[in-house]
Structure formats: C-alpha cells, structure tokens
C-alpha cells in the first residue's frame, strides 16, 4: 500500500513540474514584445509550409493518390516535416498556444486580454507567413518538375470538400492533438523524444486529414491560387471554423482537463 501511494505521489510531482514548467514559459511568451511574437510566428508560417510542398511532391511523384495506404502513409510522414521544422526551432505556432497560453489564464497569473494579444499576433504571422510561403511555392516550384498543379488542387480539395460541420468537429480533434502534442513535448527531456512524438502526432493529423488552421492555410491557399474549383470562399470558411476548432480543442481538451486533473491531484 505505501508503495502505491508512492508511486501516485511520484505521478503526482511530476504532472506538476511539466505544468510549472509550462507556466514559466507561456508567462514569458505572454509578457514578450509585439514585434518578437510577429516576427516568430511569421516565422512558424513559413517553416510550416515544407509539409504541405513535400506532399504536392509526393503526390505528383508517387504512382498512387490519396486511398492508397503507401502513398497515406507516406503523406502523413512528410505532412509532419514543416512541424518538426517549427516546434524543434522553436517558433511561435498559434495551435499550440491554444493550449500553452491558456494555463496562466486558468492559473490567474495572466488576463484575457494578454491572452488574446498573444493569439492576435501569433496567429497573425503564422497566416502571413503561410502566404508568402505559399505564392513562393506556386510560383517557383513547378519549374523545378517535382510538382504539378493538379497535385496543389488535390490537397486543397481534400480540405474543403467536407461540409462545414466536418470543418469545425474535425478542427477541434487537430487542436486537442496539437494541445497534447505541447504538454508531451514539455514532459519530453530528449530531443530524440520530442522527434518521434511530433512525428507520431502530426503524422496522426495527417493520417486523418483533420483541419488544422496553420498548416492547412497553406493547404487551402495552394488550391486557391492555382485552381478555379478553389473559391475564396471556400478559403475563409475553412480558416474561420477550423481556427475556432483548434482553439476550442486545446483550450478545452487538453488545457481546462490537464489544470484540473493536475491541480486537484497535486493539493
């Protein structure tokens, strides 16, 4: 029995320090200037869209297509190459502070307003950034012969061509995993670690095609840029319910539940 209540109290300390941690760095992120939020989430935007660019290559060059289990399997691979490229690099990536940037608030160590502030300007760059990205890729890369046009249509239809419940259920399961993937990846303490969970995490999102705002606003945008089946309405509808998604799915899911579970255990 003692050996029980060790190893509960042992869980316990340990839940605890992933979220003192987590509490350390999202307050410094919250109290960060404008211009270093801008600018890291301009960054995350841009490093981002090697995942979406990697699967136009992919599906331009692999025999099969989207129902092929090799060419799904190796799509989610490549899907997750713009997120190791951010979350290792240490960039500003909005769905992950739907559920980093929400602790302190549950904490009472920071506002709504800081809360929003942050999003606001996160958010704000990864979707600048996913658009210069993008019109670079549209515009060099199928020079390069390993995309064609057809395969940017085929990525982007994927996306929209579900209804806008779909967008919106779909957007929260990618924020819960992207809000899981953070506290995995603060629990983490090797780099190694932190690789395979981001593979196994974003590849997850990638298997099943879920909405996730950041990289999938590149995703959209290819289609929108090259192919007329693509409409702008399509583009904000896909944005707006899978951003509202994503925010509820990390908020909601991983941030509200981790709290609790984590401060009611702990006192």
Same mark, same amino acid.
């Given at each position: 029995?003692?050996?029980?209540?060790?190893?509960?109290?042992?869980?316990?300390?340990?839940?605890?320090?992933?979220?003192? !941690?987590?509490?350390?760095?999202?307050?410094?992120?919250?109290?960060?200037?404008?211009?270093?939020?801008?600018?890291?989430?301009?960054?995350?935007?841009? @490093?981002?869209?090697?995942? /979406?660019?990697?699967?136009?290559?992919?599906?331009?060059?692999? /025999?099969?297509?989207?129902?092929?289990?090799?060419?799904?399997?190796?799509?989610?691979?490549?899907?997750?190459? $713009?997120?190791?490229?951010?979350?290792? $690099?240490?960039?500003?990536?909005?769905?992950?502070?739907?559920?980093?940037?929400?602790?302190?608030?549950? @904490?009472?160590?920071? !506002?709504?307003?800081?809360? +929003?502030?942050?999003?606001?300007?996160?958010?704000? $760059?990864?979707?600048?950034?996913?658009?210069?990205?993008?019109?670079?890729?549209?515009?060099?890369?199928? +020079?390069?012969?390993?995309?064609?046009?057809?395969?940017?249509?085929?990525?982007?239809?994927?996306?929209?061509?579900?209804?806008?419940?779909?967008?919106?259920?779909?957007?929260?399961?990618?924020?819960?995993?992207?809000?899981?993937?953070?506290?995995?990846?603060?629990?983490?303490?090797?780099?190694?670690?932190?690789?395979?969970?981001?593979?196994?995490?974003?590849?997850?999102?990638?298997?099943?095609?879920?909405?996730?705002?950041?990289?999938?606003?590149?995703?959209?945008?290819?289609?929108?840029?090259?192919?007329?089946?693509?409409?702008?309405?399509?583009?904000?509808?896909?944005?707006?319910?899978?951003?509202?998604?994503?925010?509820?799915?990390?908020?909601?899911?991983?941030?509200?539940?981790?709290?609790?579970?984590?401060?009611?255990?702990? !006192?």
């Amino acid at each position: 029995m003692s050996d029980q209540n060790t190893d509960t109290a042992l869980e316990q300390k340990s839940s605890r320090t992933i979220l003192d !941690s987590i509490l350390d760095s999202a307050l410094h992120e919250l109290n960060r200037e404008r211009s270093g939020l801008l600018l890291s989430g301009l960054s995350a935007g841009l @490093d981002i869209g090697f995942g /979406p660019l990697m699967m136009a290559v992919v599906l331009t060059l692999s /025999p099969g297509g989207y129902g092929d289990l090799g060419t799904e399997l190796l799509l989610a691979s490549v899907y997750s190459i $713009g997120f190791i490229f951010v979350i290792l $690099g240490r960039s500003e990536l909005f769905t992950e502070h739907t559920m980093l940037a929400v602790i302190p608030v549950l @904490d009472g160590q920071a !506002s709504l307003g800081q809360l +929003g502030r942050l999003w606001g300007l996160v958010y704000a $760059g990864n979707v600048l950034g996913g658009l210069c990205f993008t019109l670079l890729a549209v515009l060099l890369t199928p +020079g390069l012969g390993v995309v064609e046009p057809a395969a940017f249509e085929a990525i982007a239809h994927k996306l929209v061509s579900h209804d806008l419940q779909w967008l919106f259920v779909g957007g929260i399961f990618a924020g819960w995993l992207m809000g899981l993937l953070a506290w995995l990846i603060t629990a983490a303490q090797e780099t190694t670690g932190r690789l395979l969970l981001v593979l196994i995490v974003t590849g997850t999102i990638g298997m099943l095609h879920l909405p996730h705002s950041i990289a999938g606003n590149v995703e959209v945008l290819f289609g929108l840029f090259t192919s007329p089946a693509i409409t702008v309405a399509d583009y904000l509808s896909f944005l707006a319910l899978a951003t509202v998604g994503n925010a509820v799915g990390g908020g909601i899911f991983v941030a509200a539940l981790k709290y609790g579970h984590v401060v009611r255990g702990a !006192s």
